[in-house]
């Protein structure tokens, strides 16, 4: 037997990494701008505990395109490296930096927000760019150096002049990758992933106008400046407390979120933990009402700020992914294209946790705003009503706040709807009826009937009501739901003062067979005998299991929890 290790040198894995690390060539643009980020984070935190004794001042980031020499240059004020740490540090392929930084400074450094962590980010730069430059100076009183490489495993490190502190990263495009000399292709991926990271990133000026003075004669022009284009939003109102914030500071972020959506949310969560593990985020509640859109405005994950993916199934579970906003979490296990969420332990917590922040926030409007909360139901109960069907921890809180509106427009929880029908709304063998309707319109004969009778008649008719009433039916006892057209109401209604049919008993019996014969007599019933119905002179109705199976079949084999068959909307 022989054993052996195998070799893996840098000549075989460079050209890997160029093809397979990320999927996404444009990331590259993320990794070093999150790298950028990282040398400026550090030296604030280096300068905070007095390690670093120089002015951190208020340093930013430079993104700069130069055409003619086709180079894409990110600038940074960071700690810079010297000789040595570029040796360190970017000669070993898959060492992280960041990590050991982590390492090194424990305690004190855990919330410094640093990004980097797999040791690889920097070489993404090599899938656009057929060479890579680094001009940088440490902080430390060492001279600047540069280093060059042209994705082969050798390189070139020489002293060079540099007169600030920092890091200048010079990309030379290669031939297939020339978009990203384009500024709006290079604008648009910084508003992806970089529009809310914590140090300014500078694209390029813009034009800002000066408002007119008071005294400015009527003709007056207005002054128009030059100012740095600042891309990102340093603090993001999800960093920020709940207390530090007002309703409007919300409004703002999320259309700063959403560009592009001009209805406003109908209210947010604000998510915010940091143990057993640490998330932030807003979530905001649509306007959903029945047109469901789950394409458009997603949820976005962010990690430190960075924007990861807007793929966020499996953390956020199945029914909050109608919702939008952000969610950031340095605790989601992500691999390095960072683009796939694994299903583990953490996340399915995180899930969870994000289930409890919903179903406690909702409860608390039920309580404390419960009129709001009413006029906003339509637009919600699609969501809640998934949560029940297939959140088993929601649907255990969900009595709290889970309203059964009335096709008279009143709202109760269960609790209030039990207390209002349990005297008079049972069938022979003692179960509750909870009396529904799916359409008002279609139903309006039967619903008018029943409600002369005097019996509430609620109005369910969200796309996945009947998993919703089947639910229902498994959790409380001795309860049943039939629609006001079923033949369950004939048998509930018991009537007090009979109508008395103005038709001998022969002429019913050929009223009923004729009617009869134009019906499909297996699914449908015909009654004359009992009118109860006050309006109608006969009644046809459906066994209630029947109609159901029919809808069931209609919904296309019960797949519905999977959101690929979330039921038409
Ligand atoms: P990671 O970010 O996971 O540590 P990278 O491959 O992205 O791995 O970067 C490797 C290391 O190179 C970083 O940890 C850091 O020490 C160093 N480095 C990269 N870019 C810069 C920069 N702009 N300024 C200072 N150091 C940098
Ligand atoms: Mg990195």
Redesign the pocket.
Known sequence: MTKGSINVSVENIFPLIKKFLYSDHEIFLR?LI???T??TLKLKHLTNIGEAKVEYGNPKIEVKIDKDAGTLHII?Q????TAEEVEK??NQVAF????EFLNQYKDSAKDSGII????????SAFMVADQVEII?KSFKDEPAVKWSCDGSPEFTLEETKKAERG?E?ILHIAEDSKEFLDEHKIRELLLKYNKFMPIPIQFGMKTETLPLPEDAAEDAKPETIEVENIINNPTPAWTKAPSELTDEDYLNFYRELYPMQFEEPLFWIHLNVDYPFNLSGILFFPRIGNNVNIEKDKIQLYQNQVFVTDEVKGIVPDFLMLLRGVIDSPDIPLNVSRSYLQADGAVKKISQYITKKVADKMASLAKNEREEFEKKWNDIKVVLEYGVVSEEKFAEKSEKFMLFPTVDGKYFTWEELNEKIKDHQTNKDGKLVVLYASHQDQQDAYIQAAQEKGYEVLLLDSPIASHFIQKLEQEKENVTFARVDADHVQNLIKKDEPILSKLSDEQKESLKTSIENSINKQTYTVQLEDLSLSDAPFVITQPEFMRRMKEMQQMGGGGMFGMGNFPEM
């Open positions: 990794e999150s790298n950028a990282d040398a940074d960071g700690i810079g490296m540090y970017i992280s930096g960041a990590e980097g962590h797999f040791g690889l980010g920097f070489y940088t890091t990263i």
